[in-house]
C-alpha cells in the first residue's frame, strides 16, 4: 500500500468516525425523557376550542411542538404536517402545535397571532394553541437552546413528557417518535384492561 492509499485511509476512517458520533450524538438527544410534567395549560385554539391539558389527555397520549420564535415557525410547521398526515383521524393520539408568545409585546400579541392563525389550514386550526405564559417552564421542560429550533414532546395521559427531541423533523425522528407513542398506547391500553 503506497503512501497516497495510506493517507485516504485514515481521511476515510476519520470521516466515518466523525459522523458515526455525530449520529450517537443525535441518538442521545432523543432519549427518553424523566417524565418531568407539563404545565397546566388554559388555552384557546385558532377553532376557538378551549383545551385544557394535561386533563385532555387522560386515557391518550400527546404530542406538543413547540417554537420560541418566528423562524422556529417552519420547523414546527414540517413536525405538524406529519403528525396531521399521522394523527390526525386518531381518538388515542393529541397533537398540538404550540407558539410560545409570551415574551411577544402585547401591544402587537394581537397581530402575531392573527398572522400565525393565517397561515394555518382550517382542518389543522383546532390543533394550534398559541401560549401566553409559563415560558421559562417550557424552555427547561424542552432543554431549550436555539430560539429556532422546533421542540417536540410526547407526553402521556398525566401529563409527563416520555421522549423529546428538538430540530427540523427528519425520517429517522419521526420513526422514533411514533415508535414512542406505539409503545405509549400499549402502556395504556394493558393499564385499561387491569
Known amino acids: 500500500m503506497g503512501l497516497f492509499d495510506l493517507r485516504r ?8 468516525l466523525t459522523f458515526g458520533s455525530l449520529a450517537v450524538n443525535v441518538l442521545r438527544a432523543e432519549a427518553q425523557s424523566s417524565g418531568t410534567h407539563i404545565p397546566d395549560v388554559r388555552g384557546t ?7 385544557n391539558l394535561p386533563e385532555a389527555l387522560k386515557g391518550k397520549v400527546g404530542v406538543l411542538v ?17 403528525l396531521s398526515a399521522t394523527y390526525r383521524g386518531s381518538q388515542e393520539v ?10 411577544v409585546p402585547k401591544l402587537i400579541r394581537g397581530m402575531v ?17 398559541p401560549m401566553f405564559s409559563d415560558e421559562p417552564a417550557w424552555k427547561k421542560i424542552v ?24 430540530g427540523k423533523v427528519s425520517d429517522a425522528g419521526f420513526v422514533m417518535l411514533k415508535e414512542q407513542v406505539a409503545a405509549l398506547q400499549a402502556q395504556s391500553a394493558t393499564r385499561s384492561a387491569k
Open 143 to 166: 432543554r431549550y437552546a436555539n430560539a429556532d429550533d422546533a421542540y417536540v414532546l410526547v407526553v402521556d395521559g398525566d401529563g409527563r413528557v416520555r421522549w423529546q427531541t428538538s
Open 45 to 51: 385554539s385558532f377553532s376557538n376550542e378551549a383545551v
Open 113 to 129: 397571532v392573527k398572522s400565525i392563525k393565517s397561515g394555518v389550514p382550517e382542518s389543522e386550526q383546532s390543533h394550534f394553541i
Open 9 to 16: 485511509l485514515r481521511a476515510g476512517i476519520f470521516i466515518g
Open 94 to 103: 393529541m397533537y398540538f402545535q404550540m407558539p410560545v408568545l409570551e415574551s
Open 66 to 82: 413547540l417554537g420560541f420564535s418566528k423562524s422556529s415557525g417552519e420547523l414546527s410547521k414540517g413536525w405538524g404536517e406529519r
